[in-house]
């Protein structure tokens, strides 16, 4: 087992489904990857919150041992982010960003943060995720998300990042404007070519698609049959991925980068059945393993 | 081995994708379907061409021993379809169907297909479906394929066929209209419940989606790196699907289903590398044989 660093974003949703409107939820890549990760290993949090951060928002992180050490809590609002979804819940559209307090975020790693060896670079600006690598020593295993308003402003940042990263975890729709090609197939190999070891293709209900050392692992996902709020699922996986390969800190293999990947696939599923991290926050071991086996029943050919 | 009995539509097909646009292409479901499950097993058509259709579509089934006794040549033209396919190639969008000699077909079987054990009704007016339905003895597999035009026209028909069939094979949009839900791991519970023992969902390039005896069996697609003309895929999915239980036709159990269902997937592959039939038309068993194996390969996250 070895610490995992995330750098990402910090909070409040405002979140409405065909269903239901809900206003100020906890959300952001940071809290969402963290919570999961938690599960298997010890993270610490480099991220910004406002002066309206809500106690409880923190005591939800500290009971499961995250370190909070590099959260700036500055002056002005936390971030806050309202989006809707329509009837096939399978994208977000975006009503409102309000940067706040995350707009002059500058992030400065504590001390003991420098020697992280497993370092996950959430989706935010390209310029700060060589920042915080910069600031770490000799990483075992860097992973990064972006989204599209990166790829459209930052493209050259974003590539130079993607030559530092061992995984890169991205959207379907982001994979395919990244690699300027409209096949996922395709569009996996063009972006390995720009560095990445691994690309893994978070594709929602549909499962993941990875390709890596010129193989591709592909599984669906876990069948919900109530999706409630599909936000921060992507933020989820990635957790889930660190975690696993984390916890095994040894010379893991291309098994265990499937395996890990399963868990970021099975762990998804638990935060898309509730708003904002209600679900994931219930979540213990011995349910992510009866929806491991699950799972493995779920998509078995064998006798 | 056993006969399987089809009934569908034959057709010329205009497609145009983003890259290119092809005239008078051999299309049509029987014909993705019986070119798909001549592989496995003795095929019989029952269909209606008209007088424009040329001899060497006809060697095509020929040369897998597909038996045509079924097939009507009557006066007029063959049924014509045109469609096109936008970037991400998911979809295809009807520019228009002229019916021509289908608009009259009248399935008649000839003494010989009565006996028939396998039965698939691809997707027809599903008031045609039962004629065909009623003139089979004692049939021991049968299944149905539909769209949205008879669900929004002839749902009443449709619900009852549903009653008679032990199989429904549906695309996943349709699937939810069918259901009326958005989700479709909860969709396939609710058109279980209208008849068929499995309810099979084709997802496209993201696989398929089964349940029967209240479990769910969920696999990807095997990934194609050069999509040319997805036109046919689902029929083509069918006719392995049928073509696999056929050529066991023994007393399968769920496990032979699910093979079907790779089989469905691994066939459909073929299809949408390339215009209309022509790729399914180079297919041999050894090549089945060896995509099958990538396939698990690339679905294996066992040591």
Same mark, same amino acid.
């Given at each position: 087992?070895?610490?995992?660093?995330?750098v990402?974003?910090?909070?409040?949703?405002?979140?409405?489904?065909?269903?239901?409107?809900?206003?100020?939820?906890?959300?952001?890549?940071?809290?969402?990857?963290?919570?999961?990760?938690?599960?298997?290993?010890?993270?610490?949090?480099?991220?910004?919150?406002?002066?309206?951060?809500?106690?409880?928002?923190?005591?939800?992180?500290e009971?499961?041992?995250v370190?909070?050490?590099? *959260?700036?809590?500055?002056?002005?609002?936390?971030?806050?982010?309202?989006?809707?979804?329509?009837?096939?819940?399978?994208?977000?559209?975006? *009503?409102?960003?309000?940067?706040?307090?995350?707009?002059?975020?500058?992030?400065?790693?504590p001390?003991?943060?420098?020697?992280?060896?497993y370092?996950?670079?959430?989706?935010?600006?390209?310029d700060?995720?060589?920042?915080?690598?910069?600031?770490?020593?000799?990483?075992? *295993?860097?992973?990064?998300?972006?989204?599209?308003?990166?790829i459209?402003?930052?493209?050259?940042?974003?590539?130079?990042?993607?030559?530092?990263?061992?995984?890169?975890?991205?959207n379907?729709?982001?994979?395919?404007?990244?690699?300027?090609?409209?096949?996922?197939?395709?569009?996996?190999?063009?972006?390995?070519?720009?560095?990445?070891?691994?690309?893994?293709?978070k594709?929602?209900?549909?499962?993941?698609?990875?390709?890596?050392?010129?193989?591709?692992?592909?599984?669906?996902?876990f069948?919900?049959?109530?999706?409630?709020?599909?936000?921060?699922?992507?933020?989820?996986?990635?957790?889930?991925?660190?975690?696993?390969?984390?916890?095994?800190?040894g010379?893991?293999?291309?098994?265990?980068?499937?395996?890990?990947?399963?868990?970021?696939?099975?762990?998804?599923?638990?935060?898309?059945?509730?708003?904002?991290?209600?679900?994931?926050?219930?979540?213990?071991?011995?349910?992510?393993?009866?929806?491991?086996?699950?799972?493995?029943?779920?998509?078995?050919?064998?006798?």
């Open positions: 087992m070895s610490d995992i660093l995330v990402g974003s910090v909070a409040y949703d405002t979140i409405a489904t065909p269903e239901e409107r809900k206003e100020d939820l906890l959300g952001g890549s940071a809290n969402y990857f963290s919570l999961t990760a938690s599960l298997y290993s010890k993270v610490k949090v480099v991220g910004v919150v406002g002066d309206d951060y809500r106690p409880q928002d923190i005591a939800i992180l009971k499961r041992n370190d909070l050490r590099g *959260l700036q809590k500055v002056s002005g609002r936390t971030f806050h982010w309202e989006g809707k979804y329509e009837k096939d819940m399978n994208e977000a559209i975006t *009503l409102d960003t309000q940067l706040n307090v995350f707009e002059n975020f500058d992030p400065q790693l001390e003991e943060y420098k020697t992280s060896k370092v996950f670079l959430a989706n935010i600006d390209p700060l995720q060589h920042k915080v690598l910069d600031q770490i020593e000799s990483p075992k *295993l860097v992973g990064v998300d972006t989204m599209n308003f990166w459209n402003s930052k493209l050259d940042s974003l590539r130079k990042i993607l030559k530092r990263v061992d995984v890169l975890l991205i379907e729709g982001e994979c395919r404007e990244l690699a300027k090609t409209w096949n996922t197939v395709n569009a996996v190999k063009h972006l390995s070519e720009m560095g990445p070891r691994a690309v893994i293709v594709r929602g209900e549909y499962g993941f698609l990875m390709y890596s050392e010129g193989q591709y692992f592909v599984l669906p996902a069948p919900v049959s109530k999706v409630v709020d599909p936000t921060g699922a992507g933020d989820t996986f990635a957790g889930g991925f660190f975690g696993y390969l984390s916890k095994i800190n010379n893991w293999n291309l098994n265990h980068v499937k395996h890990a990947c399963i868990h970021g696939c099975l762990l998804a599923s638990f935060t898309v059945e509730d708003f904002g991290l209600k679900a994931l926050q219930k979540v213990d071991w011995p349910e992510v393993e009866a929806r491991q086996s699950d799972y493995f029943k779920i998509i078995s050919y064998l006798d």
